[in-house]
């Protein structure tokens, strides 16, 4: 991969890490910490939560008729994702392990939080671990499509996409043919030692 690219994805990624420290300092005003997993807040926030989570009578009263019409196809979804979540085990516990491709976490993506916030009551709640799971889930899977097109076909496309997933910028240039398998096996070699994926 060309240098200055190089130079600046690594300046990209330096900037990143600054918005995350940036936003940490923005979350501390909430005063709340992960032990095991679980999200404690002080009990002073619990109580300020509190007073602003309306109950289940006012808010199905607020409730637009349409959100109670359309419900049972939004919730209809979990069982396509539920076979896609086995599915993507198979797939990543064979392929990957075949392969030697490192595995992705499935927890890093899917995560369920949000139900510690008193400020929702429990529909809210349930909504939100609804969300948490398919989103972390298309996620997830969205990173284990990039790992494999990564190993079996990381070609950039000539036409701009709406969406460029994780490992697209370490992908090779559309049309630059010379070397192509030279420099496809460096990579495969790179990502199965699971090595940075740059490819010079």
Do not use: W
Request: proline share 3%; glycine share 2%.
């Amino acid at each position: 991969m060309d240098e200055n690219i190089l130079h600046i994805l690594a300046d990209m990624k330096i900037l990143e890490a600054k918005l995350e420290d940036e936003l940490k300092k923005q979350e501390q005003a909430v005063r709340y910490k992960i032990k095991n997993s679980f999200v404690e807040f002080e009990q002073e926030i619990i109580d300020e939560q509190r007073k602003n989570m309306k109950n289940l009578f006012a808010y199905l009263r607020e409730v637009p008729p349409i959100h109670l019409l359309v419900s049972p196809v939004v919730y209809a979804m979990i069982i396509p994702a539920l076979v896609v979540d086995l599915v993507l085990f198979i797939y990543q516990h064979t392929i990957f392990r075949i392969f030697k491709l490192p595995l992705i976490k499935r927890s890093d993506y899917i995560v369920f939080d949000r139900q510690y916030l008193s400020y929702l009551n429990i529909i809210e709640k349930v909504n939100c671990l609804y969300c948490s799971y398919f989103n972390g889930l298309m996620a997830f899977a969205l990173e284990i499509a990039a790992q494999t097109e990564l190993y079996f076909c990381p070609i950039k496309h000539a036409k701009k996409t709406a969406y460029k997933h994780s490992r697209y910028d370490y992908f090779l240039t559309y049309g630059a043919g010379a070397g192509y398998h030279d420099k496809l096996e460096e990579l495969r070699t790179k990502l199965t030692g699971r090595q940075d994926v740059s490819v010079s």
